[in-house]
């Protein structure tokens, strides 16, 4: 997975999809499972719910545009959903993003 979305790997990684998001530490190899599976209920569901959009229907296009409001807001400071998921979410503090593409 690394490889594949040219993301630094010395750095932590994340996977958001609609239900969890995932982590891997920095320099984990290719194969190894996450380090964190992280409900992501409680951090997208308010985005969802704003939008009236069902989790499972929505368009990849329009979770990206979902997961991008949430980042903004996160890195902005508003962490109020994270409380359950604030350690393995911490280096998303002073993190980028690397522009992926929705599957």
Do not use: C
Request: avoid cysteine.
């Amino acid at each position: 997975m690394l490889e594949r979305t040219g993301a630094p790997i010395n750095v932590p990684t994340f996977l958001v999809l609609p239900e969890h998001i995932y982590r891997w530490e920095a320099g984990a190899p290719q194969d190894t499972a996450p380090s964190a599976a992280i409900n992501a209920a409680p951090l997208l569901g308010p985005y969802f719910k704003r939008l009236d959009i069902d989790i499972s229907e929505v368009h990849p296009e329009t979770f990206e545009t979902i997961v991008g409001m949430w980042l903004d807001d996160y890195a902005r400071g508003d962490r109020s959903q994270a409380d359950d998921a604030q350690e393995s979410l911490a280096p998303l503090i002073g993190g980028e993003v690397v522009p992926g593409v929705a599957a």
